[in-house]
């Protein structure tokens, strides 16, 4: 139950697209399609972005796009906005149990 | 509207016992699995445990296995987390969160602070 690996920090200008990558191994990433990705903000519990790879929860912004490749996953967050300036997670599947990666801080320059 | 209210968490000093509870709201309780995820201070997410819809199938991260027990009282909507043998690293905020194979719904979060 090793942590999935993410850049600890991304930033980019409004309106510009950045993207996290969340690196796993062929027991988690690699093995299911079940990579979320969670928004948390400071104080706040973390919401819902991306689920099952590449799905929105309704209400999520058409901005937020997930997805994965071998051991890899993505979130690509286009047309930066202020409000996105937050702490991201992904997390995936592992068989009987879920691992989260370590987050990575988006600013908003 | 999903309602996801944790309490329990406190002082505790380090081999002690804790229950936390967290009150559902708001949709069918009986029909989901739940977990349990916990945040260090000024750390990351770790999920912690998860519990089927009925509640006869449980998991745990490797951290607490033995240690923690999940539960569920169905007709009271109702989860639980017993933390036994508490360590200072089991400080965290305690997030109880609903779903299948991501959470989409999440409480606000109860501190459990171990320490003597």
């Known amino acids: 139950q090793s942590a999935l690996t993410q850049p600890a920090s991304v930033s980019g200008s409004p309106g510009q697209s950045i993207t996290i990558s969340c690196t796993g191994t062929s027991s988690d990433v690699g093995s299911y399609n079940l990579v979320s990705w969670y928004q948390q903000h400071p104080g706040k519990a973390p919401k819902l972005m991306i689920y099952?790879?590449?799905k929105r929860p309704s209400g999520v912004s058409n901005r937020f796009s997930g997805s994965k490749s071998g051991n890899t996953a993505s979130l690509t967050i286009s047309g930066l906005q202020a409000e996105d300036e937050a702490d991201y997670y992904c997390?995936?599947?592992?068989?009987?149990?879920?691992?989260f990666g370590g987050g990575t801080k988006l600013t908003v320059l | 509207e999903v309602q996801l209210v944790e309490s329990g968490g406190g002082l505790v000093q380090p081999g002690g016992s804790l229950r936390l509870s967290c009150a559902a709201s708001g949709f069918t309780f009986s029909s989901y699995w739940m977990h349990w995820v916990r945040q260090a201070p000024g750390k990351g997410l770790v999920w912690v445990s998860r519990?089927?819809?009925?509640?006869?199938?449980?998991s745990y991260a490797d951290s607490v296995k033995g240690r923690f027990t999940i539960s569920r009282d169905n007709a009271k909507n109702t989860l639980y987390l017993q933390m036994n043998s508490l360590r200072a690293e089991d400080t965290a905020v305690y997030y109880c969160?609903?779903?299948?194979?991501?959470?989409?719904?999440w409480g606000q979060g109860t501190l459990v602070t171990v320490s003597s």
């Open positions: 997390c995936s599947y592992a068989g009987s149990a879920w691992v």
């Open positions: 099952e790879v590449s």
């Open positions: 969160a609903r779903g299948f194979s991501s959470f989409d719904y």
């Open positions: 519990i089927n819809s009925d509640g006869s199938s449980t």
